[in-house]
Nanobody, 123 residues
């Protein structure tokens, strides 16, 4: 399984932006669908955005549509989440995940997860 490490989280004010990064090792990300999830205190983990292994499909949760953008740089083995117009309700730990099956879309199951990066948005 590929190993994933997230970075880029932090404390920002409402309306500001952050870009999260997900670095992979032990595998070639270009073969896998990738996604971002988040988990707020006391809540279940929820889907944020995904990107197909080809990069041509990028579904988003309704709550972030139009504000967040997922992208990938296969040459660098990286996936990103650009978050604009952040709101206090975006506060959560954000996780990067990789599909366990190569060249699959929709993804079958996310088999690799990072440790998460904290995003806190103050009002």
């Amino acid at each position: 399984q590929v190993q994933l490490v997230e970075s880029g989280g932090g404390l920002v004010q409402a309306g500001e932006s952050l870009r999260l990064s997900c670095a992979a090792s032990g595998g070639t990300l270009s073969n896998y669908a990738m996604a971002w999830f988040r988990q707020a205190p006391g809540k279940e983990r929820e889907f944020v955005a995904a990107i197909s292994w080809s990069g041509t499909s990028t579904p988003y949760a309704d709550s972030v549509k139009g504000r967040f953008t997922i992208s990938r740089d296969n040459a660098k083995n990286m996936v990103y989440l650009q978050m604009n117009s952040l709101k206090p309700e975006d506060t959560a730990v954000y996780y990067c995940a990789a599909d366990g099956s190569r060249h699959s879309w929709p993804p079958l199951a996310y088999a690799s997860w990072g440790q998460g990066t904290q995003v806190t948005v103050s009002s």
